[in-house]
């Protein structure tokens, strides 16, 4: 495969079967990424961003259309039929997200957090501990957090925990769904810093963002979005 | 790291039926949801095929009397399947039907490799039992003699699920609904099984209270890293804890998928219906 992800003439339509009506929410998208592009989507609220990060991911079924991402576990898979024991590896170990809402467990401090996500690809205890720290340490996380529940975190830190989470993993393909949206201007250049260290590390990046300053400096192309089509792409 | 990765259970064609049916069901045709007008026989479960995977959460979601329950009955041998087959990867080789086994080997299953935690804590524990005799009663089960070991594995189990150990002595009938949970928590784990099996364990309690044993629940399966399989009708058990999730209609499974699909771009009408109740 010459791209690392290739969407292909991707549509989502989703079916709500009370109401006997279906939505568009995307048609006809084509984009490729190559190995350690930086990609940047922009559009209108409900022009189906979000759409396409989440049909990549698996959370959205597609019916559609195929996305070919070339995987070093499994070689060049059909993203739009691998099974879910295939996409739990690929989260697990290759595809990082961070929401453009919040998730993060109720229960769990913010270190474990971090440290799980590290856990779950197998890094050695040792190693992810001190992977851990220097990430909340480089996100300025209030030491006095690191071991509390971020249910009571701000929504700031919040957000500086989730992306900390996906990007800690050094993930071969990163999809970041506004992530800079509600930060203040110092945890912007936190996550820009972070951004351009893992563009320097190879990391192929497809993010939605609404800040276009912050999203132009960072990116090799941009697309815009006008209902659920792409309308436009600009190459840096 | 190899492409095929063994399951720890593997559940084939599984049907319970309640009943013995009669020529107008035998096909299922003009059954009403899962019963049988003419003679009464209910289809709880019908052609249930999955597997579940080291480590791994599998959640099944659906309406009461759809089937959930009977599916964890059958697996633990509570009730007699009418046919289909099961697989555990530790038992065996994973080569032989669990059903078709004899009732001691059965027996030596459920105790060694198996453990469950009931919707009501009376099905699961002696209530006039001590709590640790409750765990030890297992751990007798499973062949064990030895009195020291077995305390002290009591009171490990017991630590573990944050029952204060000098209440150890006594009975569950005397703690509160989310104490005894705990003690089945306690007891399914005593013998170190590869598989869990949990049927609506936060059912009725307080909502603080369902917290923390979700909370135990999640830091046992990531400490353990034991395979789980966890029915619950709140999807935001599911949500928190399942990785791949089921949905159960009528004893039929209608839907599957990676749980936050099956949350957020629920595929059947009945899925959608059931997720949108939620929101
Ligand atoms: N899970 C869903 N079920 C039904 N419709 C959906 C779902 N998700 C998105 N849609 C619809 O698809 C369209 C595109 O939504 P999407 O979330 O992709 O937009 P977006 O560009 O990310 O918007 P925003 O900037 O507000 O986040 C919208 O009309 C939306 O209502
Ligand atoms: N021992 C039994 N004898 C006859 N029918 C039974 C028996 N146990 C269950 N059933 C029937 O089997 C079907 C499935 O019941 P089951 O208890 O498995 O449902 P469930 O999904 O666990 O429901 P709930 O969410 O209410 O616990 C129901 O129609 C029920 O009436
Ligand atoms: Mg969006
Ligand atoms: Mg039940
Ligand atoms: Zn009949």
């Known amino acids: ?236 | 790291m190899t492409g095929y990765e063994r399951p720890v259970l593997s559940v084939k064609h599984l049907n319970k039926q309640y009943g013995r049916g009669c020529l107008k069901c035998v096909n299922k045709a003009s059954l009403l949801k899962n019963y049988c007008p003419s003679c009464g026989t209910v289809y709880a479960c019908q052609d249930i095929s999955f597997d579940v995977h080291p480590g791994e959460v599998v959640g099944i979601v659906g309406e009461s009397g759809s089937g959930k329950s009977t599916l964890m009955k059958c697996l633990y041998f509570d009730q007699e399947v009418t046919d289909g087959e099961a697989y555990i990867s530790v038992y065996e080789n994973g080569e032989k039907n669990l059903f078709q086994q004899s009732a001691q080997q059965k027996r030596y299953i459920r105790n060694n490799v198996m453990g469950k935690v009931y919707q009501n804590p009376l099905l699961g524990l002696k209530m006039d039992f001590s709590s640790i005799g409750n765990i030890a009663e297992k751990l007798i089960s499973a062949g064990n003699r030895h009195v020291k070991m077995m305390e002290s594995r009591g009171i490990e189990l017991l630590d573990k699920v944050n029952i204060p150990v000098h209440r150890r002595k006594e009975a569950p009938k005397k703690f509160s609904g989310g104490m005894q949970q705990r003690v089945q928590i306690a007891k399914a784990l005593s013998n170190n099984p590869p598989l869990l099996l949990l049927d609506e364990v936060t059912t009725g309690l307080d909502l603080s209270v369902q917290a923390s044993v979700l909370d135990l629940i999640k830091e046992l399966q990531r400490e353990l890293n034991i395979s789980i399989v966890l029915v619950s009708h709140d999807l935001s058990v599911i949500r928190m804890l399942a990785d791949r999730t089921f949905v159960m209609l009528e004893g039929k499974v209608i839907e599957e998928g990676l749980t936050d699909q099956i949350l957020e771009d629920p595929q059947a009408s009945y899925t959608q219906q059931l997720v949108h109740s939620m929101l």
């Open chain 1, 1 to 236: 495969m010459e791209h690392l992800l290739e969407i292909k003439n991707l549509s989502k339509i989703f079916t709500l079967h009370n109401l006997g009506k279906k939505i568009h929410a995307v048609s006809g998208i084509d984009i490729s990424l190559k190995q350690g592009e930086f990609i940047g989507i922009t559009g209108k609220s409900g022009s189906g961003k979000s759409t396409i990060l989440k049909s990549i991911y698996g959370t959205y079924k597609i019916q559609e259309g195929s996305i070919r991402y070339n995987s070093k576990k499994y070689g060049p898979i059909n993203l739009t039929t691998a099974t879910a024991r295939e996409m739990i590896y690929l989260r697990k170990h290759e595809i990082g997200y961070v929401s453009q809402f919040l998730s993060v467990m109720p229960r769990t401090s913010a270190r474990e957090l971090v440290k799980q996500s590290l856990m779950e690809m197998g890094t050695p205890q040792e190693k992810a501990d001190w992977e851990t720290e220097k990430m909340l340490e480089h996100f300025e996380l209030d030491k006095e957090l690191w071991d509390s529940y971020p249910a009571t975190f701000s929504g700031g830190e919040k957000l500086r925990l989730n992306i900390a989470r996906a990007m800690v993993k050094r993930p071969r393909l990163l999809l970041l769904d506004e992530p800079t949206a509600s930060l203040d201007l110092d945890s912007k250049m936190k996550v820009k810093v972070l951004i351009e260290q893992l563009i320097k590390e190879g990391t192929t990046m497809l993010g939605i963002f609404h800040d276009l300053e912050f999203m132009e400096n960072l990116c090799d192309r941009e697309y815009s979005m006008q209902n659920g089509m792409l309308s436009n792409s600009i190459s840096y």
